[in-house]
């Protein structure tokens, strides 16, 4: 079976976005025009964004390896946990990184895209994201205990107007067409919410587990391990889980989720990607970097 080898991810094209002004418009006439820019504009920052803070909760990434220790043995996904947990392992002397994240989304019946520029900090849990596509230039900012631990963003254009936005983190804009919270991104939420599944997966059986060690995204050597139902089990989150790890740094750089297949499909159906790549680590971010007054943002 072929993991990866084609491209579609990075270059299928943008799906339409719903009219968003529309909706907006049929709840009230009366809205101020400070108002209906504010609606608007945090309407379209949550659209093709996939990180917004919902109210997932996971264990403490530290405490993971040893809950794998203590897994069944003979059960198949044994390999897929020790993978993940060397990935986690290898974060431990990450301070912080850039990266280009892209990812791609089921939102009710399409998926959804997005890609954008990004910096991350562990400590204190920092993120910076300027987007690429959908809406180039919108820039998003959450750093955990500032801000009244509320998001800070902007659009551009006509939504722009409205100018910085203070959104709560579980409020119904910043949760609008997402699937995870912000306070969910990076690799090392990634994969600790890929083991926690695992762990979970080892009261199920039927399980098939495969092992690719010469993947490649695009030019980077990876390795990949795939889990699957071989039928659809209660309790089972997803039909077919895909971890990609990088050859050279050990680093988990994507997760593909699928879901199992409707009556009329046969194949599992893609519901989660994201990607990491072009990662720089330990660049040495300032608190100035994740800062609303930072000169070469337009907050």
Known sequence: MRIFSDESFLSHQTMDQPNWMDSIMSRSENH????????????????????????????????????????????????????????????DEVKDYTATFTKREMIGQKLVDSKMEMKFRHKPFSVYLKFIKPV???????????NDSKIKAHDVGFAG????????????FAMAD??????????????????????????MSDMTVNFYPKARIGTVSCKAIETS???QVSGAKHSMTRLYVESSTGLPIRVQQFDFPSKNKKKPVLVEDYLYSDVKTNVDLKDSDFSTSNSSYRF
Do not use: C
């Not at 180039?136 to 500032?146: C, D, F």
């Not at 910085?164 to 409020?171: F, H, N, S």
């Open 178 to 203: 997402n699937r995870h919270p912000i306070t969910m991104i990076g690799m090392q939420m990634m994969v600790s919410e890929i083991l926690e599944q695992w762990l979970k997966e080892t009261k």
């Open 32 to 91: 101020s025009r400070r108002q209906f820019l504010t609606s608007s504009a945090a309407v379209t920052l949550s659209l093709g964004a996939g990180v917004f803070v919902g109210n997932s909760l996971f264990a403490d990434p530290t405490q993971l390896a040893s809950r794998v220790d203590n897994a069944p043995e003979s059960h198949p996904l044994i390999p897929a946990l020790q993978m993940g947990t060397a990935a986690l392992k290898a974060l």
């Open 229 to 231: 139902h071989r039928k």
């Open 161 to 172: 107007l409205a100018g910085t936005l203070t959104l709560d983190v579980d409020g119904s």
């Open 136 to 146: 180039a230039g919108r820039e998003v900012l959450y750093v955990e205990g500032q």
